[in-house]
Nanobody
């Protein structure tokens, strides 16, 4: 099972990026999916999550209104559209399926099969 995040890069504050997370080796169409990020020297934190059919979405307060999570189960891919980017959004972004439902969708331990992240750098 491999998850590959892509679409990161360097962007000026106020700009936009669209991240993609493609899964190979296994389908995750029946799983909720989440995006997390980790800034240098900080813990990995929740960014957004989406239910298996895309009917429900959840966002961290820090990105609400600026980021949009979506998915295409036919392509086994999850997306994160990021608008109005801020320097504090700078981080490595990771996606993962939610494989446990013991607590909150915000919790890191609910997710597994972390793949390579993609670096987003927002300059001021």
């Amino acid at each position: 099972v491999q998850l590959q995040a892509s679409g990161g890069g360097l962007v000026q504050a106020g700009g936009s990026l669209r991240l993609s997370c493609a899964a190979s080796g296994r389908t995750f169409s029946g799983y909720g999916m989440g995006w997390f990020r980790q800034a240098p020297g900080k813990d990995r934190e929740f960014v957004a999550a989406i239910s298996w059919n895309g009917g429900n979405t959840y966002y961290a307060d820090s990105v609400k209104g600026r980021f949009t999570i979506s998915r295409d189960n036919a392509k086994n891919t999850v997306y994160l559209q990021m608008n109005s980017l801020k320097p504090e959004d700078t981080a490595v972004y990771y996606c993962a399926p939610r494989v446990r439902y013991s607590g909150s969708y915000l919790a890191l331990h609910e997710y597994d099969y972390w793949g390579q992240g993609t670096l987003v750098t927002v300059s001021s």
